[in-house]
C-alpha cells in the first residue's frame, strides 16, 4: 500500500500554529501574521484608517494575540474570528484615544495589489471610491457587519461573534446597511446623471 504525503510538505492549520504558540514558539505567531495580515490591514483600511494606521494596528491585533494567547480555546474557537475580534477592539481603542474619526482612505492608499492584472478603470476607480465613501457613512456596526460578510466572506455567527450580537442580530445589520447603501447608490447616480445632462446641454449651447 503507497504511502500517502508527508505532514512536512502541508502547511500547518491554524489551530496547529496557535497550539504552538500557547507553547511559546514566537516562529508559529510569524506565520499566522503571514498568512492575516493582508486581511487584517485590508479590514482595518475599510474600517477607516489609512494604510499606515491599519498596518501598525494589525501588528497590535497580533501582539494582544500573543499577550492572550493562554485564553484561546483551539477546540471552540476559530482563530481568524478571535484575530478580527482583536483587530475590531484595537480600532476601537485607537479611535477612543485619539478622539477622531480618521477618513475613509483614497484610491491611492488602498493596499490591494493588482500584479499581473490590468489595472483599473477610470470609472471602476470612481465607482470603487464611491462606493467606498457610502460604507464610510453607514453606521460603524452595519458597516463592519457588511464588510465582514461580503470582502472577507465570513458567516453572520461569525460575525456575531465578532460584533459581539447574535446571529439574528448580524443578518438583520447587514440588511440594513444594504438598504442604506441602495438608497445613497441611488442618490450618487441620479445626481451624476443630472450632471451629465447639464454638461451636454453646455456642450449644444456652446456649438449652437
Known amino acids: 500500500m503507497g504511502r500517502g504525503p508527508e505532514r512536512d510538505d502541508m502547511p500547518l492549520t491554524d489551530e496547529e500554529l496557535m497550539r504552538q504558540v500557547q507553547n ?22 475599510r474600517f477607516g484608517h489609512d494604510s499606515a494606521a491599519a498596518e501598525d494596528l494589525a501588528q497590535d491585533a497580533l501582539w494582544r494575540l500573543w499577550e492572550q494567547r ?16 482583536l483587530a475590531r477592539n484595537v480600532a476601537l481603542n485607537d479611535r477612543r484615544r485619539t478622539a477622531r474619526t ?3 482612505p483614497t484610491a491611492n492608499t ?7 492584472v490590468p489595472a483599473p478603470s477610470a470609472e ?22 457588511l464588510i465582514l460578510h461580503e470582502y472577507e466572506e465570513m458567516s453572520y455567527r461569525e460575525i456575531g461573534e465578532i460584533l459581539a450580537c447574535s446571529e439574528g442580530a448580524a443578518r ?3 440588511h440594513r446597511a444594504r438598504q442604506a447603501l441602495r438608497t445613497q447608490l441611488r442618490g450618487v447616480m441620479v445626481e451624476e446623471e443630472r450632471e451629465m445632462n447639464e454638461t451636454r446641454k453646455d456642450s449644444c449651447h456652446a456649438h449652437g
Open 70 to 85: 493562554a485564553r484561546f480555546d483551539v477546540h471552540h474557537a476559530a482563530l481568524r474570528t478571535w484575530l478580527f475580534v
Open 172 to 174: 438583520v445589520l447587514a
Open 24 to 45: 511559546g514558539d514566537v516562529a508559529a505567531l510569524g506565520e499566522i501574521f503571514d498568512r492575516y495580515q493582508t486581511r487584517l490591514v485590508r479590514f482595518l483600511i
Open 124 to 145: 471602476a476607480i470612481t465607482l470603487r471610491d464611491t462606493v467606498r465613501a457610502a460604507l464610510g457613512g453607514l453606521p460603524q456596526d452595519q458597516r463592519l457587519c
Open 110 to 116: 488602498d493596499t490591494e495589489d493588482w500584479g499581473t
Open 102 to 104: 480618521r477618513p475613509m
